[in-house]
């Protein structure tokens, strides 16, 4: 199984980037995905998340500037992220997973991990 991120650079605060997850799954459709950001010496943390119907949710910190949205055909999660500020500057993770025993904003919801895209962002 393999989840490759892709879309990272570095932005000007107030730009826009597009990430892309690319997933190998074969039953892609059954798992719901995620993206997570580790900032330098902080926790991962919850971005956003869509099942495999659509349903999306968000962090605090990024409703209303970032959106999620996956393909199902083309076994791809974007997350478009508007309206970038100084502090969303982490290495962000897509992930996919169904332990419906968590949250789905949980890390331990997940059972699959990319291996990440830096995102920075100047002030």
């Known amino acids: 199984v393999q989840l490759q991120a892709s879309g990272g650079g570095l932005v000007q605060a107030g730009g826009s980037l597009r990430l892309s997850c690319a997933v190998s799954l074969r039953t892609f459709t059954a798992y719901n995905m995620g993206w997570f950001r580790q900032a330098p010496e902080k926790e991962r943390e919850f971005v956003s998340a869509?099942?495999?119907?659509?349903?999306?949710y968000y962090g605090g910190s990024v409703q209303g500037r970032f959106t999620i949205s996956r393909d199902n055909s083309k076994k791809t999660v974007i997350l478009q992220m508007n309206s970038l500020k100084p502090e969303d500057t982490a290495v962000y993770y897509c992930?996919?997973?169904?332990?419906?025993?968590?949250?789905?904003?949980?890390?331990?919801?997940?059972?699959?991990w990319g291996q990440g895209t830096l995102v920075t962002v100047s002030s």
């Open positions: 992930a996919a997973g169904r332990n419906d025993r968590v949250s789905i904003t949980a890390r331990e919801y997940y059972n699959y």
């Open positions: 869509i099942t495999w119907r659509g349903n999306t």
